[in-house]
Protein backbone atom coordinates (compact mmCIF):
# COMPACT_ATOMS: atom_id res chain seq x y z
CA UNK A 1 0.00 0.00 0.00
CA UNK A 2 1.42 3.20 -1.17
CA UNK A 3 1.50 6.30 0.56
CA UNK A 4 -0.48 8.01 -2.14
CA UNK A 5 -3.04 5.19 -1.81
CA UNK A 6 -3.08 5.98 2.18
CA UNK A 7 -3.97 9.65 1.66
CA UNK A 8 -6.74 9.20 -0.69
CA UNK A 9 -8.59 6.39 1.62
CA UNK A 10 -7.76 9.14 4.59
CA UNK A 11 -9.36 11.79 2.61
CA UNK A 12 -12.50 9.64 1.57
CA UNK A 13 -12.81 8.88 5.16
CA UNK A 14 -12.69 12.33 6.41
CA UNK A 15 -16.01 12.80 3.85
CA UNK A 16 -17.81 10.41 4.48
CA UNK A 17 -17.06 10.57 8.53
CA UNK A 18 -16.26 14.15 9.11
CA UNK A 19 -15.36 13.04 12.81
CA UNK A 20 -12.32 11.02 11.34
CA UNK A 21 -9.53 13.05 12.38
CA UNK A 22 -11.50 15.70 14.23
CA UNK A 23 -11.70 14.05 17.97
CA UNK A 24 -9.59 17.40 19.22
CA UNK A 25 -12.87 19.82 17.59
CA UNK A 26 -15.56 17.83 19.40
CA UNK A 27 -17.01 18.90 22.37
CA UNK A 28 -17.66 15.88 24.80
CA UNK A 29 -19.06 15.82 28.29
CA UNK A 30 -17.43 13.93 31.07
CA UNK A 31 -18.79 13.27 34.57
CA UNK A 32 -17.08 10.56 36.96
CA UNK A 33 -17.27 9.20 40.64
CA UNK A 34 -15.59 7.30 43.14
CA UNK A 35 -16.86 4.36 44.81
CA UNK A 36 -14.57 3.84 47.92
CA UNK A 37 -16.72 1.08 49.06
CA UNK A 38 -16.30 -0.96 45.48
CA UNK A 39 -13.03 0.43 45.61
CA UNK A 40 -14.01 1.63 41.60
CA UNK A 41 -14.01 5.17 39.48
CA UNK A 42 -16.75 5.40 37.32
CA UNK A 43 -16.90 7.67 34.11
CA UNK A 44 -19.48 8.88 31.38
CA UNK A 45 -18.22 10.13 28.36
CA UNK A 46 -20.48 11.56 25.48
CA UNK A 47 -20.97 13.63 23.04
CA UNK A 48 -22.91 15.24 20.24
CA UNK A 49 -23.49 13.29 17.00
CA UNK A 50 -25.05 15.82 15.07
CA UNK A 51 -21.55 18.12 16.23
CA UNK A 52 -19.37 15.75 14.91
CA UNK A 53 -21.05 15.79 11.70
CA UNK A 54 -22.27 11.60 12.23
CA UNK A 55 -25.45 10.63 10.75
CA UNK A 56 -27.29 7.32 11.72
CA UNK A 57 -26.73 4.89 11.15
CA UNK A 58 -24.40 4.97 8.84
CA UNK A 59 -22.09 6.97 11.22
CA UNK A 60 -22.55 4.50 14.22
CA UNK A 61 -19.59 2.99 13.75
CA UNK A 62 -17.16 6.00 13.48
CA UNK A 63 -18.88 7.19 16.37
CA UNK A 64 -18.14 4.39 18.48
CA UNK A 65 -14.24 4.81 17.04
CA UNK A 66 -14.32 8.45 18.16
CA UNK A 67 -15.47 7.51 21.95
CA UNK A 68 -12.92 4.94 22.03
CA UNK A 69 -9.78 7.10 21.07
CA UNK A 70 -11.20 9.97 23.16
CA UNK A 71 -11.43 8.07 26.40
CA UNK A 72 -8.19 7.73 27.85
CA UNK A 73 -7.90 11.28 27.95
CA UNK A 74 -11.34 12.16 28.76
CA UNK A 75 -10.71 9.91 31.88
CA UNK A 76 -7.00 11.30 32.71
CA UNK A 77 -8.63 14.04 34.83
CA UNK A 78 -10.43 11.94 36.78
CA UNK A 79 -7.35 9.83 38.02
CA UNK A 80 -5.42 13.02 37.99
CA UNK A 81 -7.65 14.10 41.07
CA UNK A 82 -7.56 10.86 43.17
CA UNK A 83 -6.20 11.70 46.44
CA UNK A 84 -3.15 9.59 46.99
CA UNK A 85 -2.28 10.35 50.81
CA UNK A 86 -2.86 13.33 53.08
CA UNK A 87 -0.63 15.66 51.10
CA UNK A 88 -1.24 14.46 47.62
CA UNK A 89 -2.81 13.32 44.61
CA UNK A 90 -2.06 11.13 41.12
CA UNK A 91 -1.02 14.19 39.52
CA UNK A 92 1.63 15.56 42.40
CA UNK A 93 3.19 11.57 41.49
CA UNK A 94 2.91 12.56 38.09
CA UNK A 95 4.48 15.88 38.27
CA UNK A 96 7.19 14.30 40.63
CA UNK A 97 7.75 11.68 37.86
CA UNK A 98 7.12 9.23 40.48
CA UNK A 99 4.16 7.55 37.63
CA UNK A 100 3.85 8.96 33.63
CA UNK A 101 0.99 9.97 31.56
CA UNK A 102 1.53 6.82 29.62
CA UNK A 103 0.81 4.50 32.46
CA UNK A 104 -2.64 6.14 33.33
CA UNK A 105 -4.08 6.60 29.98
CA UNK A 106 -2.79 2.53 29.48
CA UNK A 107 -4.74 1.89 32.78
CA UNK A 108 -7.76 4.11 31.30
CA UNK A 109 -7.35 1.73 28.02
CA UNK A 110 -7.80 -1.25 30.03
CA UNK A 111 -11.26 0.50 31.68
CA UNK A 112 -14.18 -2.48 32.25
CA UNK A 113 -16.58 -1.35 29.41
CA UNK A 114 -19.98 -1.44 27.82
CA UNK A 115 -20.98 -1.38 24.04
CA UNK A 116 -21.15 2.70 23.60
CA UNK A 117 -24.62 3.49 23.47
CA UNK A 118 -26.72 6.42 21.95
CA UNK A 119 -29.17 8.58 23.86
CA UNK A 120 -32.68 7.84 23.82
CA UNK A 121 -32.99 10.77 21.11
CA UNK A 122 -30.40 9.61 19.51
CA UNK A 123 -28.91 12.57 19.64
CA UNK A 124 -25.51 11.69 21.47
CA UNK A 125 -23.45 8.83 21.80
CA UNK A 126 -22.35 7.49 25.14
CA UNK A 127 -19.66 5.21 26.66
CA UNK A 128 -19.50 3.93 30.23
CA UNK A 129 -16.09 2.81 31.74
CA UNK A 130 -15.10 1.86 35.35
CA UNK A 131 -11.78 1.83 36.45
CA UNK A 132 -10.52 -0.65 39.16
CA UNK A 133 -8.71 1.07 42.17
CA UNK A 134 -6.80 -1.73 42.81
CA UNK A 135 -5.03 -2.32 39.45
CA UNK A 136 -3.56 1.83 40.22
CA UNK A 137 -1.91 -0.44 42.94
CA UNK A 138 1.01 -1.68 40.55
CA UNK A 139 1.13 2.01 39.39
CA UNK A 140 1.87 3.85 42.86
CA UNK A 141 3.70 0.82 44.54
CA UNK A 142 7.03 1.79 43.81
CA UNK A 143 8.86 -0.90 46.12
CA UNK A 144 9.74 -4.98 45.43
CA UNK A 145 9.61 -6.15 49.21
CA UNK A 146 7.70 -5.08 51.84
CA UNK A 147 9.29 -3.24 54.50
CA UNK A 148 8.94 -4.66 58.28
CA UNK A 149 6.47 -2.47 60.80
CA UNK A 150 8.00 -1.52 63.63
CA UNK A 151 8.97 -4.21 66.34
CA UNK A 152 8.00 -2.98 69.88
CA UNK A 153 11.05 -3.04 72.14
CA UNK A 154 8.37 -4.22 75.42
CA UNK A 155 5.72 -6.47 73.31
CA UNK A 156 2.73 -6.83 74.44
CA UNK A 157 0.94 -10.25 75.72
CA UNK A 158 -2.11 -10.49 73.00
CA UNK A 159 -4.22 -12.98 70.68
CA UNK A 160 -3.39 -13.45 67.20
CA UNK A 161 -6.13 -11.66 65.31
CA UNK A 162 -7.36 -12.29 61.51
CA UNK A 163 -7.81 -8.94 60.46
CA UNK A 164 -7.65 -5.30 61.51
CA UNK A 165 -10.96 -2.87 61.49
CA UNK A 166 -10.29 1.18 62.50
CA UNK A 167 -13.65 2.72 63.16
CA UNK A 168 -13.08 6.56 62.22
CA UNK A 169 -17.23 7.13 60.80
CA UNK A 170 -17.70 10.06 63.09
CA UNK A 171 -16.29 13.99 63.58
CA UNK A 172 -12.90 13.52 65.11
CA UNK A 173 -10.10 15.41 66.52
CA UNK A 174 -7.13 16.69 64.46
CA UNK A 175 -4.15 16.09 65.59
CA UNK A 176 -2.11 19.37 65.69
CA UNK A 177 -5.46 21.43 65.17
CA UNK A 178 -8.23 23.33 67.14
CA UNK A 179 -10.59 21.53 64.83
CA UNK A 180 -12.60 18.41 63.84
CA UNK A 181 -13.06 16.96 60.73
CA UNK A 182 -14.62 13.52 59.01
CA UNK A 183 -11.77 11.40 57.40
CA UNK A 184 -11.66 11.61 54.18
CA UNK A 185 -10.30 8.13 51.90
CA UNK A 186 -7.42 8.08 49.56
CA UNK A 187 -5.45 5.65 47.98
CA UNK A 188 -2.86 5.04 50.94
CA UNK A 189 -3.91 6.67 53.95
CA UNK A 190 -0.76 6.41 56.91
CA UNK A 191 -2.04 4.90 60.52
CA UNK A 192 0.07 6.44 63.57
CA UNK A 193 -0.25 5.67 67.33
CA UNK A 194 -1.23 8.07 69.87
CA UNK A 195 2.79 8.94 70.65
CA UNK A 196 2.65 9.74 66.97
CA UNK A 197 4.82 6.59 66.09
CA UNK A 198 4.19 5.37 62.27
CA UNK A 199 2.65 1.81 62.52
CA UNK A 200 1.09 1.30 58.57
CA UNK A 201 2.27 2.43 55.89
CA UNK A 202 2.18 1.68 51.69
CA UNK A 203 5.38 0.56 51.52
CA UNK A 204 4.62 -2.01 54.31
CA UNK A 205 2.41 -3.60 51.94
CA UNK A 206 3.41 -6.76 49.98
CA UNK A 207 3.11 -5.09 46.45
CA UNK A 208 2.59 -8.41 44.87
CA UNK A 209 -0.79 -9.38 46.34
CA UNK A 210 -1.87 -6.32 43.85
CA UNK A 211 -4.49 -4.92 46.53
CA UNK A 212 -4.70 -1.61 47.76
CA UNK A 213 -3.03 -1.21 51.29
CA UNK A 214 -6.94 -0.74 52.79
CA UNK A 215 -10.00 -1.73 52.34
CA UNK A 216 -13.06 0.87 53.09
CA UNK A 217 -16.30 0.56 54.09
CA UNK A 218 -19.16 2.04 56.01
CA UNK A 219 -20.37 1.28 59.75
CA UNK A 220 -23.64 -0.47 59.10
CA UNK A 221 -21.16 -3.09 57.25
CA UNK A 222 -19.38 -4.00 60.09
CA UNK A 223 -22.53 -4.86 62.27
CA UNK A 224 -23.67 -8.14 60.59
CA UNK A 225 -25.20 -10.98 61.99
CA UNK A 226 -22.56 -13.11 61.01
CA UNK A 227 -19.91 -14.65 63.33
CA UNK A 228 -17.51 -11.78 62.50
CA UNK A 229 -20.29 -9.33 62.44
CA UNK A 230 -18.63 -8.13 58.98
CA UNK A 231 -20.49 -8.02 55.46
CA UNK A 232 -19.60 -11.60 53.50
CA UNK A 233 -16.29 -10.03 51.29
CA UNK A 234 -15.56 -8.27 54.20
CA UNK A 235 -15.06 -11.08 56.63
CA UNK A 236 -13.44 -13.17 53.43
CA UNK A 237 -10.74 -10.54 54.07
CA UNK A 238 -10.71 -10.05 57.92
CA UNK A 239 -11.51 -13.35 59.20
CA UNK A 240 -13.54 -14.56 61.92
CA UNK A 241 -11.49 -12.56 64.90
CA UNK A 242 -10.70 -9.12 63.67
CA UNK A 243 -9.08 -6.62 65.57
CA UNK A 244 -11.35 -3.81 66.46
CA UNK A 245 -9.75 -0.08 67.15
CA UNK A 246 -11.83 3.09 67.85
CA UNK A 247 -9.96 5.79 66.25
CA UNK A 248 -8.51 8.54 68.57
CA UNK A 249 -8.04 11.36 66.04
CA UNK A 250 -7.16 12.26 62.49
CA UNK A 251 -3.87 13.58 60.83
CA UNK A 252 -2.71 15.14 57.96
CA UNK A 253 -2.85 18.38 55.84
CA UNK A 254 -6.35 16.64 54.61
CA UNK A 255 -7.57 14.41 57.09
CA UNK A 256 -6.79 10.89 55.83
CA UNK A 257 -4.60 9.35 58.72
CA UNK A 258 -6.26 7.63 61.85
CA UNK A 259 -4.55 8.00 64.93
CA UNK A 260 -5.26 4.75 67.46
CA UNK A 261 -4.53 4.65 71.04
CA UNK A 262 -0.82 2.93 71.47
CA UNK A 263 -2.31 0.40 73.75
CA UNK A 264 -3.66 -0.82 70.62
CA UNK A 265 -0.93 -0.55 68.29
CA UNK A 266 0.71 -2.79 70.38
CA UNK A 267 -2.12 -5.07 70.01
CA UNK A 268 -0.79 -4.95 66.19
CA UNK A 269 3.01 -5.15 66.29
CA UNK A 270 3.68 -7.46 69.29
CA UNK A 271 3.07 -10.94 67.16
CA UNK A 272 4.12 -11.87 64.14
CA UNK A 273 0.90 -13.01 62.77
CA UNK A 274 -0.74 -9.53 63.90
CA UNK A 275 2.30 -7.85 61.75
CA UNK A 276 1.42 -9.91 58.78
CA UNK A 277 -1.99 -8.69 58.64
CA UNK A 278 -0.21 -4.92 57.64
CA UNK A 279 1.95 -6.71 55.25
CA UNK A 280 -1.03 -8.65 53.58
CA UNK A 281 -3.50 -5.80 53.26
CA UNK A 282 -5.86 -7.01 55.81
CA UNK A 283 -7.19 -3.74 56.95
CA UNK A 284 -10.48 -2.25 57.01
CA UNK A 285 -11.06 1.42 57.79
CA UNK A 286 -14.60 2.46 58.54
CA UNK A 287 -15.42 6.26 57.71
CA UNK A 288 -19.05 7.94 57.34
CA UNK A 289 -20.46 6.62 54.15
CA UNK A 290 -21.33 9.99 52.71
CA UNK A 291 -17.44 10.31 52.14
CA UNK A 292 -16.91 7.29 50.98
CA UNK A 293 -19.90 7.45 47.38
Not at 19 to 37: K, L, M, Y
Not at 131 to 152: C, F, G, N, T
Not at 176 to 196: F, V, Y
Request: charge should be neutral; charged fraction near 25%.
Amino acid sequence: MNNRFVCLLGGLLALLFPAFGQEGRISFDVTSSINWIRGELNAQVSYDLTQAGLKLPAGRFMGEETLKEAAPRLIRPSLFSLRLDSSSTVKDMVDRRELSVEELDALSMQAENVPPSLSGDLSRMIGRYTVILDKISALIYRHRQAAEPPRPLVPVQTVNYTGIIIIADGDLPIHGRNTTAQAEPCLSPKIWDSDMNLVYERNMTDPARGTLMVRYAAPESIFRPTPSGLDGDLAALAGPNPLRILARELFGITPTDPVIDRDDALKILSTDNNRRLLREGRVILVLNANRLQ
